[in-house]
């Protein structure tokens, strides 16, 4: 067998990562009833074995910190880490995935509906007790069957990651590779609940009883679900012209929404679709999927968005970049193109040019935006506390539950379940991942305006420099480094420009 080297680890890593990513959009959507991930990690075993772990480790040890060597191993070494974990979990994923897509829940009135569609039909179930039995129904089946397979695959992944003694603990193995500061960042996310406890106390009894007809404490997050579709705009928001809009939108910045066909929109129903959207990039920069299932109404517009910036951001990456700078990286990068993209839905500006909402609901609508803004920033900075306890040396799985229902309801006034604690968890911490997003994409808009105007979504010059001076260098580039770059005065990523924003929309 020939010796593993660089370019070689980078060739059949890339070869690797489209198997399984093209395998991946098959599974989850709907094309194929299961995923057959093992033969894939079999097939590339050269490369996801000891001996490329311990070339991705010498070079990461061996470069200075601050050199693209450096930069390049780091990336290299996460990609890594996460494979080599999912291999030694593949058989549990495939199983998970065909678990998902056959399981059907069951109501006690005889209601059935498909388990990967539970989210949408709560959130467009208008009958409270219709909505709480199928939320009962769908925790009782999560509580079962879903829930001790994601704890399996959380306990196992932490353990490998351990064993393989990058640092003496999940958490500081992810700092030492990522450069995130997991105490940093939960302290930070403890500071926004605390200092927006004000805001959130005084909006959320009014967007309650407006919407639900409830009071704080009584509502549940199959509430929050139901109370943030906001189906009461729906006419405004028509599926018919979903697609088109944004296409509209997109090319008025300059930009082509299928990028000379690398980008493909699927976003059609199907038996075995995941409702949770996303982008399945196949071949970086030639093949990028666009995958939605349909919710309906204001709800599918802001994720086609957020998908789009995805598709868009991989779609156009320069193809003469090393793997590792077209596919790896810092993932805050492409989650706060996507955010930049979804914030058009914020945009007074945007919404009266690319929806039929018009002058007389706008006002309302901005409220409502401000007020499902800070409903998802509070509760992902809840979620990022709870996970670091979680991966932390001092916890106990059993306990686990109770901690996830007290920390999350605490932060959002939602009723949360403790069946929900492994399946509402986003391994590896992505969830570091939205928070920064979120706090890159307020910056990122902040210089589109003052480079572009206010309407720097319709500008022809915003699609070629967002192309030029972002999306083409792939994810190269820390959130931290980009933010630092196009603010051209060393600026820091902080929730103090999201804090601003919020406050804007609600006094709309």
């Not at 219709?130 to 939320?135: E, F, I, Q, T, Y």
């Not at 686990?400 to 492994?422: G, I, K, M, Q």
Request: net charge negative; proline share 3%.
């Amino acid at each position: 067998m020939k010796e593993l080297t660089l370019d070689r680890l980078r060739e059949d890593g890339q070869a690797f990562t489209e198997e399984i990513s093209r395998e991946s959009y098959l599974a989850h959507s709907g094309h194929k009833a299961s995923a057959d991930f093992q033969p894939i990690y079999g097939k590339y075993a050269n490369v996801l074995g000891d001996e490329a772990l311990g070339l991705t480790l010498d070079l990461f040890k061996d470069s200075a910190k601050g050199t693209d060597e450096h930069r390049s191993a780091a990336l290299l070494l996460e990609w890594q880490l996460e494979s080599q974990a999912s291999r030694s979990l593949a058989e549990l994923d495939e199983r998970e995935i065909e678990w998902e897509r056959n399981a059907v829940i069951t109501t006690p009135d005889g209601q059935q509906v498909q388990y990967q569609a539970a989210a949408i039909e709560i959130a467009n179930e208008k009958n409270r007790v219709k909505r709480l039995a199928l939320d009962d129904a769908r925790a009782a089946l999560v509580q079962q069957d879903h829930a001790p397979m994601r704890l399996e695959r959380i306990q196992r992944e932490k353990d490998f990651i351990e064993s393989l003694g990058i640092a003496p603990t999940y958490n500081a193995a992810f700092e030492e590779i990522t450069g995130v500061s997991l105490d940093s960042l939960a302290k930070e996310c403890a500071a926004f609940i605390r200092d927006s406890q004000a805001m959130w106390d005084e909006t959320l009894p009014y967007h309650l009883k407006k919407s639900l007809g409830l009071k704080p404490g009584e509502a549940t997050r199959s509430d929050a679900l139901a109370l943030l579709r906001a189906s009461e705009y729906d006419g405004a928001f028509p599926g018919q012209h979903l697609q088109s809009s944004i296409s509209r939108q997109i090319k008025e910045m300059g930009l082509d929404p299928v990028a000379d066909g690398r980008i493909i929109y699927d976003v059609g129903d199907r038996p075995g679709k995941r409702a949770r959207a996303f982008c399945a990039p196949t071949r970086v920069p030639e093949e990028v999927y666009l995958v939605l299932r349909p919710h309906g109404g204001q709800s599918d517009y802001t994720t086609l968005l957020h998908e789009a910036g995805h598709a868009l951001h991989f779609a156009n990456v320069r193809s003469d970049y090393p793997f590792e700078y077209r596919w790896l990286g810092d993932n805050s990068v492409t989650e706060s193109y996507a955010m930049l993209m979804d914030h058009r839905m914020q945009d007074r500006r945007w919404l009266l040019r690319y929806t039929e909402l018009g002058t007389g609901n706008v006002d309302d609508f901005l409220r409502l935006a401000g007020f499902e803004e800070l409903h998802y920033i509070r509760r992902y900075c809840a979620k990022l506390i709870y996970e670091v306890q979680a991966y932390g040396d001092n916890a106990d799985w059993k306990d686990l539950p109770d901690l996830y229902v007290e920390t999350l309801t605490s932060a959002t006034n939602f009723r949360y379940r403790a069946a929900d604690a492994f399946v509402d968890f986003d391994a590896r911490y992505y969830s570091t991942r939205y928070l920064r997003a979120w706090q890159l994409q307020a910056q990122l808009n902040e210089s589109l305006v003052s480079r572009f105007d206010l309407d720097w979504f319709r500008n022809p010059g915003a699609g070629p420099w967002l192309i030029s001076d972002l999306w083409s260098e792939g994810q190269r580039e820390s959130a931290e480094e980009i933010a630092s770059r196009v603010s051209g005065t060393g600026e820091k990523l902080s929730f103090a420009p999201l804090l601003r924003n919020i406050e804007m929309l609600l006094g709309s």
